[in-house]
């Protein structure tokens, strides 16, 4: 982060030639609240911020139009105004974003830097196996894929039921372990946890 430019750069071993951004929702430097997304209760300032965001980015990001689902779009081919929850690309200077709020954003690339990858993926997005999704989306061997998670809700903060962590070990008995007991029927979810075990036993 610099004056002149106010955001955050992802800390991974991307080739030299991937180039990533992170802005947060407040940025000091700025000196007012950056918000990105248009169903904010003031759309005007987040078109403003896109704008301002613009000057850091070398083409108009492809915003999407997230749902919690396991949606993967593809750049390179025509767009379609649907709801999808990740974009991925090969082509040269062409943006892919996601917003997020307590979900994480995940990056991906592979060690030749051929693709860019951006997923929104939340406890559903986890659960409907968009990790999964996107890297059979990049057509490139899962070993060769480089993955970022961006800041997202830790597992302190994130307060679940127990239908959740019943979802979770029907899908893999070994998601047990990110999942623990608080009392009644309340679990605290580490979702970083769940999604570098998905990334992993790809």
């Known amino acids: 982060m610099s004056k002149s430019n106010p955001f955050l750069t992802a800390a991974w071993h991307a080739p030299q030639n991937i180039k990533t951004l992170i802005t947060t929702k407040t940025h000091s430097e700025?000196?007012?609240t950056f918000n990105l997304g248009m169903r904010s209760s003031n759309p005007e300032a987040s078109k403003h911020n896109r704008e301002f965001l613009s000057q850091f980015i070398p083409n108009r990001p492809n915003w999407l139009n997230q749902a919690h689902g396991n949606r993967i779009l593809n750049l390179d081919e025509q767009y379609i105004s649907e709801e999808y929850d990740?974009?991925?690309?090969?082509?040269?200077?062409?943006v892919c974003v996601v917003l997020t709020a307590d979900c994480l954003p995940i990056l991906l690339?592979?060690?030749?830097?051929?693709?860019?990858a951006a997923v929104h993926?939340?406890?559903?997005?986890?659960?409907?196996t968009i990790i999964a999704n996107a890297i059979k989306?990049?057509?490139?061997?899962p070993a060769h894929i480089i993955a970022y998670i961006g800041p997202a809700i830790c597992q302190k903060h994130f307060e679940v039921g127990e239908e959740l962590l019943h979802l979770f070990t029907g899908l893999n008995k070994?998601?047990?372990?990110?999942?623990?007991?608080?009392?009644?029927?309340?679990?605290d979810c580490n979702l970083v946890g769940?999604?570098?075990m998905q990334m992993l036993d790809l």
């Not at 989306?137 to 061997?141: D, Q």
């Open 86 to 94: 990740a974009s991925i690309t090969c082509i040269k200077n062409r």
């Open 194 to 196: 769940i999604a570098k």
């Open 121 to 128: 993926a939340g406890w559903r997005g986890l659960h409907s």
């Open 174 to 187: 070994k998601n047990q372990q990110f999942f623990t007991f608080k009392s009644g029927d309340k679990y």
């Open 30 to 32: 700025l000196g007012s």
């Open 137 to 141: 989306a990049t057509k490139v061997t």
């Open 109 to 116: 690339t592979d060690i030749n830097g051929s693709f860019v």
